[in-house]
Structures are given as C-alpha cells and as structure tokens.
C-alpha cells in the first residue's frame, strides 16, 4: 500500500512538473493571443450555444474553412451534431498540429468551450 502510495506521489510530481514546463514554454504564445482568449471566454459566458458557434465561425475560422451555419444546424436537436461533425474538425488539437503555437492554444481554448456546451447539454 504504500509503494502504490509512493509511486502515486511521483507521478502526481512528474505531472504537475511537466504541466509547469508547458506552461513557461507556452507563456509567450499565450501572450499573442490573450485578447482573443478573453472574446472567447466571454462569448461563453453568454450560456448560449448557437450564438457561440456562430461568433466562432465569424472571427475564429479561416475564411477557406468557414462553415455555411443554417437555422436548422442550430435547431436543439441539432446543435451538438453540429458542434461534432463540423467545429471539432477545425478546433481538436490533432487537427492543429502544423498550426503556429498561439493558434493551437486559441483553438484549444475554443474547443475546451464547445465540449462544455456539449457536457451542458448531455447532463
């Protein structure tokens, strides 16, 4: 029991250490894109997924990528297939692995807002 304890322990360090070395690494692409992060964030707040999912498509997708949103993508029903089938497409981190560094956060920040959409709507 307290091997298992003990090696929890270091895990747990090695985690938060290399979480810390990530996060000092990340820190000046953070910086480019803070303003961003901060539209986003408060765009979320407004607990509204459909004007979400369309303030992102507007500001935050390539405009080669934008996606022709209709009333009936943005319907209840609708709306998680939406945000699975066409917005984790262009924001899951694998998708964005040639991205710049500061894009790949922004877009990480935006996923990490449409899964909770999605978990609101699950729960």
């Known amino acids: 029991m307290e091997a298992k304890s003990t090696l929890e322990a270091i895990r747990e ?3 938060r250490n290399e979480e ?5 690494a990340d820190a000046p692409f953070l910086e480019m ?5 901060r539209k986003v ?3 979320a707040e407004k607990d509204d997924a459909k004007s979400f999912l369309k303030f992102i498509n507007d500001h935050y997708i ?3 990528r934008k996606i022709a949103l209709t009333d009936e993508m943005l319907l209840p029903g609708q709306i998680e297939r939406t945000m ?9 981190p694998d998708k964005n692995v040639n991205e710049p560094r500061q894009i790949q956060i922004l ?4 996923m990490i ?6 978990e609101g709507m699950c729960s």
Do not use: M, Q, S, W
Not at 33 to 37: A, F, N, Q, S, T
């Open 33 to 37: 894109v803070v303003e961003d992060i």
């Open 41 to 43: 964030k408060e765009e």
């Open 107 to 110: 877009r990480e920040e935006i």
């Open 13 to 15: 360090e090695r985690r």
């Open 113 to 118: 807002k449409i899964n909770g959409f999605r």
């Open 20 to 24: 810390g070395a990530k996060d000092k």
């Open 62 to 64: 390539p405009e080669a």
């Open 84 to 92: 699975v089938t066409k917005f984790t497409l262009i924001f899951a």
